[in-house]
């Protein structure tokens, strides 16, 4: 019997969790019978109700998973984290608890599975959302993919069903901030993406706010694209040439025509403060990426646990991940 993981992060989600848990638990009995199901929460430290109902799912359903972090690592890191748990032959990505991915397309991710595609993508062709975000994400996943090396297909998320050996290609990306739809994009492997209506959420607030989503937007475009740096190397060559011609041609205008020649107090201050704000912004530029070096070359674990229900043994190792025959 094959087995199916299905890994879903939450946080301070009382009111959805045990709905997602009963919700693809009804799915697997019904169109997924052949199938054994392993279902892994990984909590990022809810304050509320959310770990102790998700003891009480664990406690009579050995199928269910759950990783307790010690404190809220982000829902990237904590999903890759719960990726390292995912021991089925198939794994679905990420289902929030929140269920605006609906569970009821996993039965047709693991068909087409079976046929032989090694990613099936969900793609949310339709958002139940404001115009406002659902133009920040159209301009978002337009900068990405001029920017990047990889093709982000845009509206495909982390609810993607993976295989086994797509799986151990992600694990072997030691990344402290995982960009998950990005890392599973730049593997490869034999994809078909399935468009779906995103729901609007039913209960609870989101915990993605404005900060959040511009960080995991900041985080894919300078961990998957050159393009700030190649931007700032030829802006200042641009700028370099500009201020040479233009001292050129000061210096002939003033020779031609003393009169005509610009002077005064004003050019100095708009070319001191377009200079500036230029330097500013990249260094800026320079700084995420030093950051980003900086945290990767610190090491340390992904996430920190604090408890682990249902589970034997550690995670994997992603540096083992490596040396393992695909499946």
């Known amino acids: 019997m094959k087995t199916i993981s299905i890994v879903s992060p939450c946080f301070n989600e009382e009111d959805n969790v045990a709905t997602c848990y009963e919700t693809v638990k009804a799915i697997f009995e019904k169109d997924l019978p052949g199938y054994r199901r392993e279902h892994i929460f990984i909590d990022n430290a809810s304050s509320d109700r959310t770990v102790e109902i998700l003891r009480e799912i664990a406690k009579k359903d050995q199928d269910v998973k759950v990783v307790v972090n010690a404190r809220n690592f982000g829902v990237f890191r904590s999903t890759f984290n719960g990726l390292r748990y995912a ?5 679905v990505v990420m289902l929030p608890v929140d269920l605006q991915d609906p569970p009821e397309m996993i039965p047709e991710f693991v068909e087409l599975w079976e046929k032989g595609y090694d990613v099936v993508a969900g793609a949310r062709s339709t958002r139940e959302e404001g115009f406002v975000m659902r133009s920040a994400r159209g301009v978002f996943y337009t900068i990405v993919n001029r920017l990047s090396d990889v093709w982000l297909e845009p509206s495909v998320g982390e609810f993607q069903l993976i295989d ?5 290609a992600v694990l072997s990306h030691n990344d402290h901030y995982p960009y998950i739809r990005g890392i599973i994009a730049s593997c490869g492997f034999r994809r078909i993406i399935i468009p779906y209506v995103w729901k609007a959420r039913k209960s609870g607030l989101s915990k993605h706010s404005l900060m959040a989503l511009t960080d995991q937007a900041l985080n894919a475009i300078f961990s998957f694209t050159r393009a700030p740096m190649r931007f700032c190397t030829l802006s200042g060559l641009v700028i370099a040439i500009s201020c040479i011609l233009f001292s050129i041609i000061s210096t002939l205008l003033y020779f031609v025509n003393p009169d005509q020649a610009p002077r005064g107090t004003t050019t100095i201050i708009v070319a001191l403060f377009f ?8 260094i800026g530029m320079l700084g995420e990426y030093i950051t980003s070096i900086h945290n990767q070359v610190r090491g340390g674990p992904i996430v920190t646990e604090q408890e682990r229900i249902n589970i034997e043994g550690p ?3 992603p540096a083992l991940v490596k040396d393992e025959p695909l499946a």
């Not at 021991?87 to 794994?91: E, P, W, Y």
């Not at 200079?275 to 990249?282: D, Y």
């Open 164 to 168: 086994r050996k797509v799986l151990q």
């Open 315 to 317: 995670a994997r190792d």
């Open 87 to 91: 021991s089925g032959d198939g794994v």
């Open 275 to 282: 200079l500036s704000g230029i330097q500013m912004l990249f």
